[in-house]
């Protein structure tokens, strides 16, 4: 608290993050110090878990497609806001998403968290003096680890690459290798759904094309994405509506 870069990298971080007043976000409410003895955030109290912890504990295979499509939706909405804001987020992945009443549709709530890393989109430089990648390796988009100039579609593929993890329970490049990670990223097609999953084949097109290599041949926005997956999950999960097998003849 008391080395000036520091105080310098908390301060743009309570200054972006306050930016954002969104339903899907969670608040940060005030920044202070103590009388010199250090600084401090105040944020929204959240009653419940996050998306990686809800994954370990109750589905390691992957969670229920609607849940996951809640997630999806909420969280494309609130990058959307902050990308209207001048903020990309940069850091989406299944640990910085908050989920409270997660078992109850009607009082369920779905918070993004976590815009320690996030950078203002007319910011030509990054928060940290080393110009260093920033964000979690299994979820970055190829243009951010190779450095590129960033918008909104690296988030939209940040969020892809969670929903596949959220799905299946695992991330899309499992390798231990951060090196071998990144030349997925850069490189190789997306793993399908139909590997883990073989009943979301119908994802599978939604997800490779917010996943697509080039940030211009994803969705336009998050909430486009959002709408697009949801509606191929809703088609899977529609039930026939007749019996499959044939009646007795009269």
């Given at each position: ?32 110090d ?26 390691p ?13 909420a ?52 928060l ?43 991330t ?61 999950a ?17």
């Amino acid at each position: 608290a008391h080395e000036e870069e520091f105080i310098s990298m908390f301060l743009d971080e309570a200054r972006l993050a306050a930016r954002i007043r969104h339903p899907n976000v969670v608040a940060t409410l005030d920044v202070s110090d103590t009388d010199g003895d250090g600084y401090f955030l105040v944020m929204d109290y959240i009653d419940g878990e996050d998306g990686a912890q809800l994954l370990r504990r109750r589905y390691p295979a992957g969670m229920p497609v609607e849940l996951v499509t809640a997630i999806v939706t909420a969280v494309g909405s609130a990058l959307d806001y902050a990308h209207s804001r001048g903020l990309l987020h940069r850091d989406v992945k299944p640990a910085n998403i908050l989920l409270s009443n997660a078992d109850d549709p009607a009082q369920r709530r779905i918070l993004l968290s976590d815009f320690g890393i996030a950078r203002a989109l007319d910011d030509i430089s990054d928060l940290t003096p080393t110009n260093t990648t920033l964000g979690t390796v299994a979820y970055s988009a190829p243009e951010q680890l190779m450095g590129e100039e960033l918008g909104g579609g690296a988030d939209q593929y940040s969020l892809a690459a969670t929903a596949y993890h959220l799905l299946t329970g695992t991330t899309m490049f499992p390798q231990s290798n951060a090196a071998v990670v990144i030349g997925h990223h850069l490189s190789a097609e997306p793993p399908p759904l139909t590997s883990a999953r073989p009943e979301l084949a119908g994802l599978d097109p939604v997800l490779r094309a917010a996943l697509a290599k080039k940030p211009q041949d994803r969705f336009a926005s998050c909430t486009d994405f959002a709408r697009a997956f949801a509606e191929q999950a809703t088609a899977g999960a529609i039930p026939p509506a007749a019996p499959t097998a044939p009646g007795p003849r009269a």
